[in-house]
Structure formats: structure tokens, C-alpha cells
């Protein structure tokens, strides 16, 4: 029987593509007992405070819409950074709906990390069974419904129009792209290394991998503990710490998820257009809380919506919703008459002036949905780097910052949570909703 000791640096590498992709696999992390420091980009100068106390490290850039040669510069310098910290083995964190588009970003920074670390193979599995979403034969299901059927069609940035993973990553990817079937998944752990060991064979780079549950995705985890990237959703981490207990390397935590509570103000921020942001929007107002919609249209002809919103929020007690989640034919209708990406920049910096105008009048804890949206936000509320604590809904953790005032967050990624969503994560936040 292995003795577990404690290693004095973190053992997990990861890098995001965005801020709620980043707290989804840190909460992943967290729960199965690693405690889990997320930066927001790559740290530049002084060490930060807390990350010698880490199991697992996560960067979160803001790369997954952005060209795919910068996307690649931001991934391979955040590797650097994680290289230094001791980190053994890495991790590429993409969504669990695959979003990307045939240019990128998947394919081409997962590449360009595995050139990097001197790899010739690693698997690709967005599957998260716990949200819905599940692999089989290469198709991405949403719930039942495939990928291309489930409403990210109408994704304004990412939309995904086919559900099968393997052409989709094939077409972003120079090497071959193959498929890691459930039916050698269920046969266990060996008959994937088996597996893996005939693909390299056949010259395979990245084998999109099926998982239709938690049990799967365990043993790709065991499977793959000696690969020095993985690529894919948060569901593949599951196994993942107990790899590192096997080896002696990880001590048994049940504090991993212990933060301390932060008091004071709330907002709540919405930017993402998904069907779950749309329900827990509408669920806010029929509740008749207080509430602004920011139109990318006004915003554009210069409607005065951010001081609008400072002034509603000034007005109450209560935690307000600014949101600019609509549907998506609405965000269509912008799109078209400004452009996607003036479009989103409109809401994203507005979301984001709100949200550093509040931070300075006092508010301390803050529920963002949307992941492009959350970057802008933490962004401009300047944070480092957050402590990950205890899970609010599947894939949303409570995180507080690293500093001396702390905030208080739940990034949400747009397509998580239950209707209620909004009032779950202040109360878990540390105070009342």
C-alpha cells in the first residue's frame, strides 16, 4: 500500500479558455480533493500569495474567440509559467459543448502545447455527463439532443453545426484526428492504454475520446495518468487526483473546498444568451427583483445604460441584475446591425465598467453569467487569482480573491445552472439573496 505525502508544489498544470471554463475544472478539482488556486491570465512579478498551498493550478485566459496564433502565444507562455511552478502533468480545459469553429481554437493550441511538452498523443473528451453531455461513437450529445441540434446552432460567436468531434477537430488539427470508442472505454482502463498505444500506430495525434459517464471518464483518467497533456471539458479531471494519490504524491483532503465567507453588497451580471441564462433571467423578473437589460443597440448610439445601472443599483438594497441576455434572434438583429464583434464588445465593456464603478462603491460579492462576459468582469475588477471553494450548482464553485478585501464570486458559464441559479449563488456566497 502506497504512504501518501504531501508534494510542496502544485502537481496539475491547467489552462482555460475562458473564466468559467477555468472555476468549472478547478470546482472538479476541488470536490475530488485538490485544493485549487485559478489565476486570472498568466502571473507576471511576485509570486501570488496562496499558490504554494496548491494541489492544482488553473490559468484562465480569455483566449477561446480570439486569432488562433494568439491563442497559442497566451497558451504556451501560461505552460511556461505552470512548468516553473513544478507542475507534472497539464491539462488543456475547453467547453463542454466543444465551442470553437473550424479554424480554431481547439486544434491548434492543443498542437502547438503538445509539441511543447515533447508529446506525440492525447485524447480530447468535452464530455460532463453531470450537465448532460456525453460522447458516443464521436458525437456530442447535449442532453438528447446532438450537439448541432441543441441550441448552440445559434451560438453568436461559436456556433456548432456538427456534432461529430472527430471532423470537427480534424478540420482545426494539421495531424490525424481519431476516435477512442466506448466500447473499449467500458472494457476498463487497460483496454484504453491498448487503445491509445494502436492509434499512435496508425499515426494518430488526438483521438476524440467517448464518455457517457462518470465511470468513463474515471477510466480515461487512470488510463491516461502517464500522458503529459490532456485536452478536454472539466468531466476528465474526475479521475485525475486519484492518480496523483496512487503515486504517493496527493494526501487524502476533506478541507480542500474550505474558503472563508465574504459579507456585503451583490450584483449580479448577465452577458451570455444560452438557454439556462435565459430561464434564470426570466425567473429574476417574475419575481419582480430589480433589474436593467442592456441593449447593444443604445449602448452603440451612446444610451447612457452604465450610469442607468449605477444609479439602480444605488437605489437598492437588494441585489440588482444587469443583463444583456436576450434571444437569439434579438442577438442576431445586433449582430447584424453592428457587427459580432462590436456587438459583444459593447456589452462585454459595459458589464465590466459596472462592474469595477460598483467594486468602488462597495460591493463584494458579484454572480456573472457568460464566460466572455465573466473575463471582461474580472478583468476589470482586477483579480489575481482565486481561492476555489464549494460547489454551487454542477461546474460552478464559490471562489473568493487572493487579497486583502476580498470578493466573492460565482463564474458562471452560460449554459450551466437551474432557474434559480441567481439566487442559489449569493446565498452561497456568503450572505443572504
Known amino acids: 500500500m502506497t ?15 475562458d473564466s468559467t471554463g477555468a472555476t468549472d475544472l478547478a470546482n472538479t478539482l476541488v470536490r475530488n480533493g ?43 507562455d501560461a505552460l511556461r509559467w505552470l512548468q516553473a511552478q513544478g507542475c507534472r502533468q497539464f491539462f488543456f480545459k475547453y467547453c463542454s459543448t466543444f465551442d470553437s469553429t473550424d479554424a480554431g481554437n481547439i486544434g491548434p493550441v ?38 448541432s441540434e441543441s441550441g448552440m446552432e445559434n451560438h453568436p460567436l461559436t456556433p456548432m453545426h456538427d456534432a461529430n468531434l472527430v471532423r470537427v477537430l480534424q478540420r482545426q488539427s494539421k495531424g490525424k484526428v481519431g476516435l477512442l470508442r466506448h466500447d473499449t472505454v467500458a472494457r476498463g482502463s487497460v483496454a484504453v492504454q491498448h487503445a491509445i498505444g494502436a492509434l499512435r500506430g496508425d499515426g494518430v495525434r488526438m483521438a476524440i475520446a467517448d464518455a457517457v459517464s462518470d465511470a468513463d471518464l474515471h477510466t480515461l483518467g487512470e488510463a491516461c495518468a502517464a500522458l503529459p497533456l490532456l ?25 480542500a473546498d474550505n474558503v472563508a465567507p465574504v459579507t456585503g453588497p451583490a450584483l449580479v451580471l448577465a452577458g451570455s444568451a444560452s438557454k439556462a441564462t435565459n430561464a434564470q433571467v426570466a425567473q429574476w423578473l417574475a419575481n419582480q427583483r430589480p433589474a436593467l437589460r442592456l441593449d447593444p443597440l ?34 442576431k438583429a445586433a449582430q447584424a446591425a453592428l457587427g459580432v464583434e462590436r456587438a459583444g464588445h459593447l456589452v462585454e465593456q459595459a458589464l465590466a465598467d459596472i462592474a469595477a464603478a460598483a467594486k468602488a462603491r462597495g460591493t463584494r460579492r458579484f454572480v456573472v453569467a457568460g464566460g466572455e462576459t465573466s473575463g471582461a468582469v474580472v478583468q476589470a475588477l482586477g483579480v489575481q487569482a482565486l481561492r476555489i471553494g464549494a460547489q ?4 460552478v464553485p464559490a471562489t473568493v480573491t487572493l487579497e486583502a478585501q476580498p470578493l466573492a464570486l460565482a463564474l458562471k458559464s452560460g449554459n450551466f445552472g437551474g432557474p434559480d441559479f441567481f439566487d442559489e449563488a449569493l446565498r452561497r456566497l456568503g450572505g443572504e439573496a
Do not use: W
Open 392 to 395: 454551487i450548482a454542477p461546474g
Open 231 to 255: 485536452t478536454g471539458g472539466s468531466g476528465l479531471a474526475l479521475g485525475l487526483p486519484a492518480n496523483f494519490r496512487r503515486a504517493g504524491l496527493l494526501p487524502e483532503r476533506a478541507d
Open 110 to 147: 492543443a498542437e502547438a502545447l503538445l509539441a511543447a511538452l515533447g508529446s506525440d498523443f492525447t485524447i480530447a473528451c468535452p464530455a460532463f455527463p453531470e450537465n448532460g453531455r456525453t460522447i458516443f461513437r464521436g458525437h456530442l450529445f447535449v442532453g438528447d439532443a446532438l450537439l
Open 34 to 76: 485538490m485544493r485549487t488556486v485559478q489565476t486570472i491570465g498568466v502571473p507576471a512579478g511576485a509570486a501570488l500569495p496562496g499558490v504554494e498551498q496548491a494541489d492544482a493550478l488553473v490559468v484562465a485566459l480569455k483566449s477561446r474567440t480570439i486569432p488562433a496564433a494568439d491563442a497559442i502565444a497566451q497558451s504556451l
Open 3 to 17: 504512504v501518501s505525502v504531501q508534494s510542496p508544489r502544485a502537481l496539475l498544470g491547467c489552462i482555460a479558455d
Open 298 to 331: 443604445a449602448l452603440a448610439e451612446g444610451a447612457p445604460l452604465v450610469e442607468q445601472a449605477l444609479t439602480l443599483i444605488a437605489a437598492h438594497a437588494e441585489p440588482v441584475l444587469v443583463y444583456a441576455t436576450t434571444s437569439p434572434e434579438q442577438v
